[in-house]
């Protein structure tokens, strides 16, 4: 399974950014993201099903919108109302049919005050 994501950069607050991943390999029962920021844990952001199914991190309810395309494979994740708190290391993530969890490498957000 590999996971390649794009779409992060430099935005200044209140701004929108859009990070799409492409996966291959095997079948996606759940397809997300990650965020890591400087010397902080790693915190899950957002996450879909295959039927379609949302999870948010309430930091994050009402400004990000996670949507897929099973047959493409890819899962993007808008971003909008972007606060400087939200500057981190963004990683897809899929939880797969057989239960295995892969993340990708990661693409930077980063949100000037």
């Known amino acids: 399974v590999q996971l390649q994501a794009s779409g992060g950069g430099l935005v200044q607050a209140g701004g929108s950014l859009r990070l799409s991943c492409v996966a291959s390999?095997?079948?996606?029962?759940?397809m997300g993201w990650y965020r890591q920021a400087p010397g902080e844990q790693r915190e899950l952001v957002a996450t879909?099903?295959?039927?379609?199914?949302?999870n948010y991190v309430d930091s994050v309810k009402g400004r990000f919108t996670i949507s897929r395309d099973n047959a493409k494979k890819t899962v993007w994740l808008q971003m909008n109302g972007l606060k400087p708190e939200d500057t981190a290391v963004y990683h897809c993530?899929?939880?797969?049919?057989?239960?295995?969890?892969?993340w990708g490498k990661g693409t930077l957000v980063t949100v000037s005050s």
């Open positions: 390999g095997t079948s996606f029962r759940i």
């Open positions: 879909v099903t295959n039927g379609g199914s949302t």
């Open positions: 993530y899929t939880y797969t049919d057989y239960g295995l969890e892969y």
